[in-house]
């Protein structure tokens, strides 16, 4: 039985968690569940469950497997746990399009796991659908266990007199742009082009991973170089000095330099990364690649006109348009030749040498690799000529399956009959272009 191979562990030392217990019924089955529930506390570290396994081995044999899971094996999921606080008040948060985001600034309480002090409220709609106000007593959980969110207000202890809360009708930035919520939409905007907040966003989303991936130029050193007024929009990162960076709280000569470095290193990013980084509305990596390719720089896609743009795989009329209007922005031409005058690479496309034996299959990949990550996997399809979509249809040529993959995925590949693979079948897959036998 499971119960002896835990014994006999045990007997060599192995840690097994003592609160292990073999119980005869199903009865005992959902009183230890709830036992646990309540005690879950009593523990030195953190549980979100039970898991409940048949014992006898030569059961588990019979019982076998679906699909995806044992049949003699399931996790008793605890509702997520709530605690209440004081709602201190509700702010909002200017992302770089300009929506204005509410959110709850909350007296810090223990919950899930961490200490949460803010969670977002979403929008106006929900803040007045949860009839929260500043001042209110509010249950706090976490969504899923990982995301801070505020059930709502507990009236009863709401105090005499307090007012709803009014969106605000101005944005948080020093300018104090007008706020405004366009007809059909459900989050307020700040229309202010020049917004340092937006401006802020769009530098930082410049900066990040997805975009030139520039290392140390993260939130906090944004706004430090924002206050300072040693950037007006992304392009001016490029003739920061040390000089400058060492005037900012926290700098010192190495940690500048090495940021200036950083910045240097990001010259030479991939086009599609560069496209992206410019956070144009609609555009993201995968229409950014589309485009690095049809075009091979930047300026020949900046000189292209709508209709060139629309008819691109994967590009659109929505983006072409936006992509249209983004360029002939005065403020855009003067932030994409300050990045031409420091030497910012416009077209680098690496086009691949590899055989494009995949030229018009759709690969799909769930759960993980041992040899490729989840980037590296798309990459060898799409430098194969493929495509590698989000989700599986009846035009999909196969799904890849690795470790914890996608239910929903798999679900739907074995319901459409699709081809599914294991790494070595996908290695099969890029090197012939055809399944295994
Ligand atoms: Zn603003």
């Not at 659908?129 to 202890?157: C, F, N, Q, S, Y």
């Not at 997805?210 to 906090?220: F, K, N, T, V």
């Not at 086009?271 to 555009?283: N, R, V, Y």
């Not at 739907?412 to 295994?436: N, R, S, W, Y």
Request: proline letters at 6%; hydrophobic letters at 40%; glycine letters at 10%.
């Amino acid at each position: 039985s499971h119960d002896s191979s835990l014994e006999f562990l045990r007997d060599f030392s192995f840690p097994v968690n003592p609160n292990i217990e073999v119980v005869e019924s199903l009865a005992q089955v959902i009183e230890f569940c709830q036992k646990w529930q309540k005690d879950r506390h009593l523990l030195p570290y953190e549980i979100d469950g039970v898991a409940i396994k048949v014992n006898d081995l030569q059961q588990r044999e019979t019982l076998g497997f679906t699909a995806r899971a044992p049949r003699w094996a399931i996790a008793f999921k605890f509702p997520p746990e709530e605690r209440t606080t004081l709602l201190k008040d509700i702010q909002i948060s200017v992302g770089r399009t300009g929506r204005v985001t509410p959110f709850a600034v909350l007296e810090s309480v223990f919950v899930g796991g961490s200490n949460v002090a803010m969670a977002t409220l979403h929008n106006e709609d929900q803040v007045r659908l949860k009839d929260v106000r500043p001042g209110d007593t509010v249950t706090v959980r976490k969504a899923g266990d990982v995301i801070p969110e505020v059930v709502g207000p507990v009236l009863a202890l709401r105090p005499d007199g307090l007012e709803p809360w009014v969106f605000p009708s101005v944005c948080p930035c020093p300018i104090k742009g007008e706020l405004l919520r366009p007809e059909g939409e459900v989050n307020m905007r700040c229309v202010e082009t020049d917004c340092p907040s937006q401006r802020d966003q769009r530098i930082i989303y410049f900066a990040s991973r997805g975009g030139m991936d520039i290392e140390g130029l993260g939130e906090r050193t944004v706004y430090q170089l924002s206050d300072a007024a040693l950037v007006g929009d992304p392009g001016d990162i490029y003739s920061l000095t040390v000089e400058q960076l060492l005037t900012l709280d926290g700098f010192a000569q190495k940690g500048a330099e090495k940021l200036v470095v950083a910045i240097d290193g990001s010259k030479t990013r991939p086009l599609p990364k560069l496209l992206t980084a410019l956070g144009i509305k609609h555009l993201g990596p995968g229409a950014s690649e589309a485009l690095a390719t049809a075009f091979g720089n930047l300026d020949d896609i900046m000189n292209a006109n709508e209709d060139d743009l629309a008819t691109v795989d994967g590009v659109g009329g929505v983006i072409a348009a936006s992509l249209i209007s983004w360029f002939a922005k005065s403020e855009n031409k003067s932030f994409i030749e300050k990045m031409r005058t420091a030497g910012v690479e416009f077209g680098n496309v690496q086009i691949s040498r590899l055989p494009q034996n995949l030229v018009g299959k759709n690969i799909v990949v769930t759960g993980s690799l041992i040899d490729f990550d989840r980037e590296g996997a798309e990459r060898a399809i799409k430098d194969r000529g493929g495509k590698s979509p989000s989700s599986v249809s009846k035009k999909t040529f196969a799904v890849v399956v690795g470790g914890e993959p996608g239910a929903s995925k798999l679900t739907k590949a074995e319901e459409l009959g699709i081809p599914i693979l294991d790494e070595l079948g996908f290695q099969h897959v890029l090197e012939t272009g055809e399944l295994p036998q």
